[in-house]
């Protein structure tokens, strides 16, 4: 059964760091990985799809890894923002098609 | 290009009622699914249909259901609300089944139940 962890759970940094959000799963047969943010109440946006056979997708100031192997993905957001402050998401997709989301990171990006 | 739309964006119910929730996908999307979010149990994958055939389904009781009309658009039953189903109710459409050019969400309806 595919299980997908999300750490660390809540993250608080200052405007303009660099910081990293971290995607684990325990069933390496992924078709694809995508990383969402939800802001408050919100529903969710995509950020970044990854397909199976990629190993990395940028846009912007972000960038998103993937191993397969070790079962794990990487968001890496360049010089923070407050208005980057949301719920990070990430999920995958293996066997059935439907989406196995992580619990999420909250960040909090302070001015 | 709209998104994807969910209507009504809130909703108020009470035990033992019943609640119909609607979904327009992209347009051209072809499958749409439908996903529980609370609290305690996160992002819970309920039904998935595309061309009008349910193609999976979440662990959630029969009090659950869909459908899927002919325009893609999709509608989601709880019957007999219960306490526990207050959630935020995502739908997500996707061009295809199988999930290769991912999925867009909507903005969700947030039901609540007393």
């Known amino acids: 059964k595919q299980e997908v962890t999300q750490i660390p759970a809540a993250l608080s940094v200052p405007e303009g760091e660099n910081l990293v959000l971290n995607c684990s799963f325990t069933d390496s047969a992924i078709y694809n990985l995508q990383w969402f943010r939800q802001d408050p109440g919100k529903g969710l946006t995509s950020l970044l799809l990854i397909q199976s056979s990629q190993r990395e997708q940028t846009s912007g100031r972000l960038n998103a890894s993937l191993d397969k192997s070790s079962g794990r993905s990487t968001l890496y957001i360049a010089a923070s923002q407050p208005g980057d402050s949301a719920t990070y998401l990430c999920a995958v997709t293996s066997g059935t098609y439907k989406y196995i989301f992580g619990t999420g990171t909250r960040l909090k990006v302070l001015a | 290009k709209a998104g994807v739309t969910q209507t009504p964006r809130y909703l108020i119910k009470t035990r033992g009622q019943q609640v119909t929730l609607s979904c327009s996908p992209i347009s051209g999307h072809r499958s749409v699914s439908w996903y529980q979010q609370t609290p305690g149990q996160g992002l819970q994958f309920l039904f998935e249909y595309f061309s009008e055939t349910q193609r999976n389904k979440g662990n959630f009781p029969g009090r659950f259901s869909g459908r899927q009309f002919s325009n893609s658009r999709s509608e989601m039953n709880v019957s007999t609300l219960e306490l526990g189903d207050s959630a935020l109710y995502l739908c997500?459409?996707?061009?295809?089944?199988?999930?290769?050019?991912?999925?867009?969400f909507g903005s969700g309806t947030r039901l609540t139940v007393v």
């Open positions: 997500a459409s996707s061009l295809v089944s199988g999930n290769n050019y991912g999925y867009t």
